[in-house]
Nanobody
Framework: QVQLVESGGGLVQPGGSLRLSCTAS????????MDWYRQAPGKYRDWVAG???????TYRDFAKGRFTVSRDNAKSTVYLQMDSLKPEDTAVYYC?????WGQGTQVTVSS
């Protein structure tokens, strides 16, 4: 059974940082591309960043320079380091593989 479990969300002040984690099980993680999405209240789910099996990183424009995606194949985990957070980054963040979505983790940026 494929499973993705996110963690690391929370409340942070503008300008702060958070690191999200997503741990996978039930398939061969190292061979899989992983992506992060987010969904703000009343909006569609939006792609944020992704990392291929060979480690190539790609980002939406709003994430470039502030967010960093990485992976640890030994831990079957993908990370999203988010710096210089803004109130408009407030959303539920989801990780996704080709086989499954995680349950999401809430990120709230507010003073």
């Amino acid at each position: 059974q494929v499973q993705l479990v996110e963690s690391g969300g929370g409340l942070v002040q503008p300008g702060g940082s958070l690191r999200l984690s997503c741990t996978a099980s039930g398939y061969i993680f190292r061979d899989s591309r992983m992506d992060w999405y987010r969904q703000a209240p009343g909006k569609y789910r939006d792609w944020v960043a992704g990392i291929s099996a060979d480690g190539t990183e790609t980002y939406r424009d709003f994430a470039k320079g502030r967010f960093t995606v990485s992976r640890d194949n030994a831990k079957s985990t993908v990370y999203l380091q988010m710096d210089s957070l803004k109130p408009e980054d407030t959303a539920v963040y989801y990780c996704r593989s080709a086989l499954a979505w995680g349950q999401g983790t809430q990120v709230t940026v507010s003073s």
